[in-house]
């Protein structure tokens, strides 16, 4: 499947895994931001890697949570 997408695509040499493009949305507002942020967050909770989202260690929610993280959040 991965190589039949890739050869559909001339910037692809064999193999294509992620969907080409972006589309980015203005986070215009606090309400906006939040609702990009906890689908960010969640992710790792709606794949079944961890419970909640502070416990995924690569997630900027633990910021949020004042726990161990391995980078700071602004």
């Known amino acids: ?3 039949r997408a890739g050869k559909k695509n001339s ?3 064999s193999f294509r895994l992620w969907q080409q493009g972006n589309h980015p949305i203005e986070l215009f507002d606090d ?3 939040h609702q990009k942020l906890d689908y960010i967050h969640n ?3 709606e794949a079944g890697i961890v419970e909640k989202p502070e416990d995924y260690l690569y ?3 633990r910021n949020y949570y004042s726990l161990p993280a391995l980078f700071d959040v602004n």
């Open 11 to 13: 910037q692809s040499i």
């Open 59 to 61: 997630s900027s929610a």
């Open 1 to 3: 499947m991965m190589e």
């Open 43 to 45: 992710n790792p909770v």
């Open 31 to 33: 309400k906006i931001l």
